[in-house]
T-cell receptor
Framework: AQSVAQPEDQVNVAEGNPLTVKCTYSVSGNPYLFWYVQYPNRGLQFLLKYITGDNLVKGSYGFEAEFNKSQTSFHLKKPSALVSDSALYFCAVRVNSGGYQKVTFGTGTKLQVIP | DGGITQSPKYLFRKEGQNVTLSCEQNLNHDAMYWYRQDPGQGLRLIYYSQIVNDFQKGDIAEGYSVSREKKESFPLTVTSAQKNPTAFYLC???????????????FGPGTRLTVT
């Protein structure tokens, strides 16, 4: 069985400071890893993904994520946080499961950027 | 949310009534999904469909039904058998053919269902 853990329900960071939102995963085989962002009462928006290759993945809105195979982690990062980054962030993992590629989402981390 | 529409945004129903949530996409995606979102629980998969006229149960299908008669449409019916239907429902689609089989999903804006 595959799983994703987001150990922090909420992360608070001051505007302009670097931010990190943590994600660890458990999966058999090679994972495909994703980050999504959700603003209040909206659907999820795709931010970035790791499939293979360079461990540092760059995505939308200045976000990046670092894949660490030995630590089974895929932490989301941004060098300088904006108030507009305040939202709910979801990590997700996918592997092949027969004909259907099941996606498992984490429980989400609320990011609060303080002006 | 581009390309996927869900209606209505808010829906109120009395207990014991069936209700159908709409999901339409114009992205020409083959695969479509329904998720339920509850506070602190992330997203849980209800049903998915990889192709027209075919769909499969997800992790929490009991009390729900779907149809996939057209590629663009994947409506979800919440039946009276669903014990706790009040939730935020999200529809998504993906197309492995164009995303290199990596399958990132594109989500609609969601429907908040309240059953009293």
């Amino acid at each position: 069985a595959q799983s994703v853990a987001q150990p922090e329900d909420q992360v608070n960071v001051a505007e302009g400071n670097p931010l990190t939102v943590k994600c660890t995963y458990s999966v058999s085989g090679n994972p495909y890893l994703f980050w999504y962002v959700q603003y209040p009462n909206r659907g999820l928006q795709f931010l970035l993904k790791y499939i293979t290759g360079d461990n540092l993945v760059k995505g939308s809105y200045g976000f990046e994520a670092e894949f660490n195979k030995s630590q089974t982690s895929f932490h989301l990062k941004k060098p300088s946080a904006l108030v507009s980054d305040s939202a709910l962030y979801f990590c997700a993992v996918r592997v092949n499961s027969g004909g259907y590629q099941k996606v498992t989402f984490g429980t989400g981390t609320k990011l609060q950027v303080i002006p | 949310d581009g390309g996927i529409t869900q209606s209505p945004k808010y829906l109120f129903r009395k207990e014991g009534q069936n209700v159908t949530l709409s999901c339409e996409q114009n992205l020409n995606h083959d695969a479509m999904y329904w998720y339920r979102q509850d506070p602190g629980q992330g997203l849980r998969l209800i049903y998915y469909s990889q192709i027209v006229n075919d769909f499969q149960k997800g992790d929490i299908a009991e009390g729900y039904s779907v149809s996939r008669e057209k590629k663009e449409s994947f409506p979800l019916t919440v039946t009276s058998a669903q014990k706790n239907p009040t939730a935020f429902y999200l529809c998504a689609s993906s197309n492995p053919k164009t995303s290199g089989s990596t399958g990132e999903q594109y989500f609609g804006p969601g429907t908040r269902l309240t059953v009293t």
